[in-house]
């Protein structure tokens, strides 16, 4: 009684003072939406982990040890299937040398500056393997070719095996600062490309590399903002004018929408979050979650006034009608985006919080600021004396009529779609998170047919004690190592020291070919690695393969294209040779590759803990806010189904899930529970307040709450399907996947839900 005496004083205070309440909202608004100028952006693949991630952890340490890996490569395409001319060498030169201006670079490889070695006497020759393209015949052309073509450090790595392709490496030292940092080096790179086509008409050059992928997560995401926002307004502003019939009633849910998103995205500012590529999607699910609620209130005092109330009193019944379901909704899908701070992915939790943050932001302005401007506003209807809505009358007819053949039927529908679940399986690939528009993508899959590949694994093979990288039998293990990976169907190019030891042993045997072998003597090797790194110039020395005080090396394999149940199964394989051939060897394995291929798995077994207490939660909610334990219960069903059905039709269409689809049951969970607990608060009210059987109430819910939940699904269905349009496929899935879960979870509370409230809740 105290609680709707309370609701009761709200309607009046907003409706009487109206414009207190407006210029009271709009100060709040402003003051948390101040905090927007705080707001920052982070593109980097890093923000996908948390600090606590293991295979982070184990990344930087290799970073740290060694040079960063971050990179721009080039991949040059000459056109005539030939790299080993004049002029493309020419290119190839000219393209390393200015290379070294882009911003942060640090190091520069490439055939041309490739730090080749001969023999004269007992002398060490150490240098460029092409200087003066110009000037080569065609016989030093043929050395070079022969040279590159047999040269391990070279071959899939920085030039392909038939010599059509060759690529330019560029190693950045981001400072990481800035989130400007990978865009402004994307730029330059674009630049100095454009530049190299233009002096070398026919040359086509394709840009990859980490800091490519990190500029493709910005530019993704600030076209996605730029393209689907603007259309799901579009989408929203038709659906509520042909829905609502009112340009002030619709003029007040697209400023209320404006009013909720400035609102969370300036508390996240003011806690001094960053965007992400995914958190950059709050405002397109705000936008749709926010329509909810209004278009509730705003059906409801339409619906009054066409049977002849005034607008004030229209606007108070309205909000004492719907207050009570509107704030359970507004709670069980914040409690439903809360579930994402259990994902090991902090740009999820980050989504799932500003989400959640500008769904109450909503419900506070749906309860003060939207009534408050509908009271200010021009209204017109037109006056009705029957409220019944015809096409939800004869649904309501036929689901009444066929309620025992619908519990059936729809049940077992359920339970085949259910069982389909097992069909899908984990699975990732980084890569793919862009879609064949993105430049990034287009590029990496040229790289990946013809040079070399984007993704890797790195190890730090530790040696016993400092200079023990020289160890005749440290080398051999490591050579036995790489063999062994050489072997592996996966695996494109090993990058290893023990290759450059086996060319310097060969050069100071007269290079005798007899003599390409590891050398058998410590101090032997020793001083050949000495000898080697004295003669190296600035900037290619070997502190991107050996540590300090040379006690390990990095060993970095290339790999093809594979999903991340593909890698993790790679990574099994290495590490159980690695036991049982190096068991006293200190090693680390990482990777960006492996770091993704890990996350996945552990953030579904996070997010199905917090989508279990997200249910736990929203359960107690629904059965304290029903006053009954088998309401309560009975809501479950059409919240918890909706999501085995649409991971069931996922595994008969696609049975891949990544990282976008892991959060979608938590998310959704919150979503489905809106229109269930509508229709139950409607059906309790015509049970309770008008004494209706069960059959009239399940009528009475039809004809009164029918309407928006058709209008609110359409929004919502449509918003997430405007954002599976996204080239970014981690959103586009879980847009798709949100979408297909929400259709569902209308058909279930049509269709569904009334027959079993019908059967369980006899009068």
Same mark, same amino acid.
């Given at each position: 009684?105290?609680? =709707?005496?309370?609701?009761?004083?709200?309607?009046?205070?907003?409706?009487?003072?109206?414009?207190?309440?407006?210029?009271?909202?709009?100060?709040?608004?402003?003051?948390?939406?101040?905090?927007?100028?705080? %707001?920052?952006? +982070?593109?980097?693949?890093?923000?996908?982990?948390? +600090?606590?991630?293991?295979?982070?952890?184990?990344?930087?340490?290799?970073?740290?040890?060694?040079?960063?890996? $971050?990179?721009?490569?080039?991949?040059?395409?000459?056109?005539?299937?030939?790299?080993?001319?004049?002029?493309?060498?020419?290119?190839?030169?000219?393209?390393?040398?200015?290379?070294?201006?882009?911003?942060?670079?640090?190091?520069?490889?490439?055939?041309?500056?490739?730090?080749?070695?001969?023999?004269?006497?007992?002398?060490?020759?150490?240098?460029?393997?092409?200087?003066?393209?110009?000037?080569?015949?065609?016989?030093?052309?043929?050395?070079?070719?022969?040279?590159?073509?047999?040269?391990?450090?070279?071959?899939?790595?920085?030039?392909?095996?038939?010599?059509?392709?060759?690529?330019?490496?560029?190693?950045?030292?981001?400072?990481?600062?800035?989130?400007?940092?990978?865009? *402004?080096?994307?730029?330059?790179?674009?630049?100095?490309?454009?530049?190299?086509?233009?002096?070398?008409?026919?040359?086509?050059?394709?840009?990859?590399?980490?800091?490519?992928?990190?500029?493709?997560?910005?530019?993704?995401?600030?076209?996605?903002?730029?393209?689907?926002?603007?259309?799901?307004?579009?989408?929203?502003?038709?659906?509520?004018?042909?829905?609502?019939?009112?340009?002030?009633?619709?003029?007040?849910?697209?400023?209320? @929408?404006?009013?909720?998103?400035?609102?969370?995205?300036?508390?996240?500012?003011?806690?001094?979050?960053?965007?992400?590529?995914?958190?950059?999607?709050? !405002?397109?699910?705000?936008?749709?979650?926010?329509?909810?609620?209004?278009?509730?209130?705003?059906?409801?005092? /339409?619906?009054?006034?066409?049977?002849?109330?005034?607008?004030?009193?229209?606007? *108070?019944?309205?909000?004492?009608?719907?207050?009570? !379901?509107?704030? /359970?909704?507004?709670?069980?899908?914040?409690?439903?985006?809360?579930?994402?701070?259990?994902?090991?992915?902090?740009?999820?939790?980050?989504?799932?919080?500003?989400?959640?943050?500008?769904?109450?932001?909503?419900?506070?302005?749906?309860?003060?600021?939207?009534?408050?401007?509908?009271?200010?506003?021009? /209204?017109?209807?037109?006056?009705?004396?029957?409220?019944?809505?015809?096409?939800?009358?004869?649904?309501?007819?036929?689901?009444?009529?066929?309620?025992?053949?619908?519990?059936?039927?729809?049940?077992?529908?359920?339970?085949?779609?259910?069982?389909?679940?097992?069909?899908?399986?984990?699975? $990732?690939?980084?890569?793919?998170?862009?879609?064949?528009?993105?430049?990034?993508?287009?590029?990496?899959?040229?790289?990946?047919?013809? %040079?070399?590949?984007?993704?890797?694994?790195?190890?730090?093979?530790?040696? *016993?004690?400092?200079?023990?990288?020289?160890?005749?039998?440290?080398?051999?293990?490591?050579?036995?190592?790489?063999?062994?990976?050489?072997?592996?169907?996966?695996?494109?190019?090993?990058?290893?020291? =023990?290759?450059?030891?086996?060319?310097?042993?060969?050069?100071?045997?007269?290079?005798?070919?007899?003599?390409?072998?590891?050398?058998?003597?410590?101090?032997?090797?020793?001083?050949?690695?000495?000898?080697?790194?004295?003669?190296?110039?600035?900037?290619?020395? /070997?502190?991107?393969?050996?540590?300090?005080?040379?006690?390990?090396?990095?060993?970095?394999?290339?790999?093809?294209?594979?999903?991340?149940?593909?890698?993790?199964?790679?990574?099994?394989?290495?590490?159980?040779? %690695?036991?049982?051939?190096?068991?006293?060897?200190?090693?680390?394995?990482?990777?960006?590759?492996?770091?993704?291929?890990?996350?996945? +798995?552990?953030?579904?077994?996070?997010?199905?803990?917090?989508?279990?207490?997200?249910?736990?939660? @929203?359960?107690?909610?629904?059965?304290?806010?029903?006053?009954?334990? +088998?309401?309560?219960? @009975?809501?479950?069903? !059409?919240?918890?189904?909706?999501?085995?059905?649409?991971?069931?039709?996922?595994?008969?269409?696609?049975?891949?899930?990544?990282?976008?689809?892991?959060?979608?049951?938590?998310?959704?969970?919150?979503?489905?529970? $809106?229109?269930?607990?509508?229709?139950?608060?409607?059906?309790?009210?015509?049970?309770?307040?008008?004494?209706?059987?069960?059959?009239?109430?399940?009528?009475?819910?039809?004809?009164?709450?029918?309407?928006?939940?058709?209008?609110?699904?359409?929004?919502?269905?449509?918003?997430?399907?405007?954002?599976?349009?996204?080239?970014?496929?981690?959103?586009?899935?879980?847009?798709?996947?949100?979408?297909?879960? @929400?259709?569902?979870?209308?058909?279930?509370?049509?269709?569904?839900?009334?027959?079993?409230?019908?059967?369980?809740?006899?009068?």
């Amino acid at each position: 009684m105290r609680v =709707t005496t309370m609701i009761d004083k709200l309607g009046r205070f907003v409706t009487r003072y109206p414009w207190w309440t407006l210029l009271f909202s709009l100060l709040v608004v402003f003051v948390l939406a101040a905090g927007v100028l705080h %707001l920052g952006f +982070k593109n980097d693949y890093r923000i996908y982990f948390s +600090k606590e991630n293991p295979q982070l952890q184990a990344f930087e340490a290799i970073q740290d040890t060694y040079s960063k890996s $971050d990179n721009v490569m080039f991949v040059l395409d000459p056109g005539q299937g030939n790299v080993f001319t004049p002029r493309i060498l020419q290119a190839i030169r000219q393209l390393t040398e200015r290379s070294w201006q882009l911003p942060y670079s640090s190091r520069v490889d490439s055939i041309t500056n490739f730090q080749h070695t001969t023999a004269e006497q007992d002398d060490l020759i150490v240098a460029d393997l092409v200087s003066d393209p110009a000037a080569l015949s065609e016989e030093q052309i043929q050395t070079i070719r022969r040279v590159a073509l047999s040269e391990p450090l070279l071959v899939r790595r920085l030039v392909s095996p038939a010599g059509h392709v060759a690529g330019v490496n560029v190693t950045v030292q981001l400072p990481g600062k800035s989130s400007m940092e990978a865009m *402004q080096v994307a730029v330059e790179a674009r630049k100095l490309a454009a530049e190299i086509e233009a002096e070398y008409p026919g040359i086509k050059l394709y840009l990859t590399g980490m800091v490519m992928m990190n500029n493709a997560f910005a530019e993704s995401s600030m076209n996605d903002n730029q393209s689907l926002v603007p259309l799901m307004y579009g989408i929203v502003i038709i659906a509520l004018l042909l829905s609502l019939r009112s340009i002030s009633a619709t003029l007040g849910v697209v400023l209320l @929408i404006l009013l909720s998103i400035v609102s969370a995205l300036g508390i996240a500012g003011w806690l001094r979050w960053d965007l992400t590529p995914t958190s950059a999607i709050a !405002p397109t699910i705000i936008l749709t979650m926010a329509v909810a609620d209004c278009v509730h209130l705003l059906v409801t005092m /339409l619906h009054n006034m066409r049977i002849g109330h005034d607008k004030r009193q229209a606007v *108070q019944e309205s909000i004492r009608i719907n207050f009570q !379901p509107i704030f /359970l909704t507004s709670a069980t899908t914040a409690i439903g985006f809360l579930s994402m701070n259990f994902s090991d992915a902090p740009p999820f939790r980050d989504l799932g919080n500003i989400v959640a943050m500008g769904v109450l932001m909503a419900f506070l302005l749906t309860i003060t600021f939207l009534p408050a401007l509908m009271v200010i506003l021009p /209204l017109r209807v037109k006056r009705q004396d029957d409220l019944d809505n015809r096409h939800m009358q004869l649904l309501a007819d036929f689901v009444i009529r066929r309620r025992k053949a619908l519990l059936v039927v729809n049940g077992l529908l359920a339970v085949v779609l259910t069982s389909f679940v097992p069909l899908n399986e984990l699975n $990732d690939e980084f890569v793919k998170y862009f879609d064949e528009s993105i430049e990034f993508r287009r590029s990496t899959d040229f790289f990946n047919d013809n %040079l070399g590949g984007l993704y890797s694994m790195e190890f730090s093979i530790h040696a *016993q004690s400092s200079g023990g990288i020289s160890e005749p039998g440290y080398l051999q293990k490591l050579q036995r190592f790489t063999g062994w990976l050489e072997e592996q169907p996966e695996v494109i190019h090993v990058h290893t020291i =023990t290759d450059t030891f086996k060319r310097l042993n060969k050069n100071m045997h007269g290079d005798d070919p007899a003599w390409y072998r590891l050398p058998e003597r410590r101090d032997l090797a020793a001083q050949y690695l000495l000898l080697y790194e004295m003669s190296l110039p600035y900037g290619l020395d /070997l502190n991107d393969q050996i540590n300090i005080d040379k006690s390990a090396v990095r060993l970095i394999v290339t790999m093809q294209s594979m999903s991340s149940r593909e890698i993790l199964s790679v990574e099994r394989r290495v590490r159980d040779w %690695l036991q049982d051939n190096m068991p006293e060897a200190g090693i680390e394995a990482a990777s960006p590759v492996l770091m993704f291929a890990h996350i996945g +798995k552990r953030n579904i077994i996070r997010m199905v803990a917090g989508t279990m207490l997200a249910l736990v939660l @929203i359960s107690f909610i629904l059965i304290a806010a029903f006053r009954s334990l +088998k309401l309560g219960l @009975i809501s479950l069903i !059409p919240n918890l189904v909706p999501a085995g059905i649409a991971f069931g039709i996922w595994g008969l269409i696609d049975g891949q899930i990544g990282l976008g689809l892991s959060v979608v049951t938590g998310m959704t969970l919150g979503i489905v529970v $809106d229109d269930t607990v509508h229709f139950i608060s409607k059906y309790r009210r015509a049970r309770i307040e008008k004494q209706f059987s069960s059959k009239e109430a399940v009528r009475y819910a039809f004809s009164t709450v029918g309407v928006a939940l058709w209008i609110t699904s359409l929004v919502l269905v449509s918003g997430f399907l405007v954002l599976s349009l996204s080239h970014f496929t981690m959103n586009s899935e879980m847009g798709l996947m949100t979408a297909i879960t @929400i259709a569902v979870a209308l058909f279930l509370d049509f269709l569904f839900l009334p027959p079993l409230l019908m059967t369980l809740e006899k009068k």
